[in-house]
């Protein structure tokens, strides 16, 4: 039996959603935020399962997985900072419903130590569009260096 992904699409077998035919004439999918979590060598070694498929359940159970509030995860292999461990940022799309540039870009570090109701705490924040306070310790300032 084959599946399909969240725009229809019959994907590629043993792929959560890798279309069998790409078309690139297709817009991409609206995300009204999207969270890259690292998981480059350092970063993964903190882990003990996948925060990445972690997430994306809970992204699920919120119900943030489509529509106008959709929140997008990513993986990617170094965001250049090894140094937190466990490091994920997070982009909020400026044509989202609940965008404020204050909280358009956030950096979060530890989130490999993160339960459950902390990434609820992130995941409401988004759709809020605010950050969450409960999470602030876990943020990591940004400071222009050399300028």
């Known amino acids: 039996m084959s599946r399909t992904n969240a725009m229809g699409s019959t994907v590629v077998p043993g792929t959560a959603c890798k279309p069998e035919v790409p078309d690139p ?27 990445a498929e972690r997430l994306r359940a809970l992204i699920k159970e919120e119900g943030c997985h489509q529509g106008p509030e959709r929140i997008k995860v990513t993986r990617t292999h170094c965001q250049g900072a090894c140094r937190f461990r466990g490091f994920a940022s997070v982009y909020q799309n400026g044509r989202a419903r609940h965008y404020n540039q204050e909280a358009s870009f956030s950096a979060w570090k530890g989130v490999h130590k993160w339960s459950d109701e902390e990434w609820r705490a992130l995941l409401a924040a988004l759709r809020a569009g605010r950050l969450p306070e409960s999470l602030m310790s876990c943020r990591v300032a940004e400071q222009v260096y050399g300028a």
């Open 25 to 51: 004439d297709r817009p991409i999918m609206f995300a009204a935020a999207q969270i890259f979590i690292c998981d480059g060598e350092r970063c993964h070694g903190c882990h003990k399962e996948d925060p």
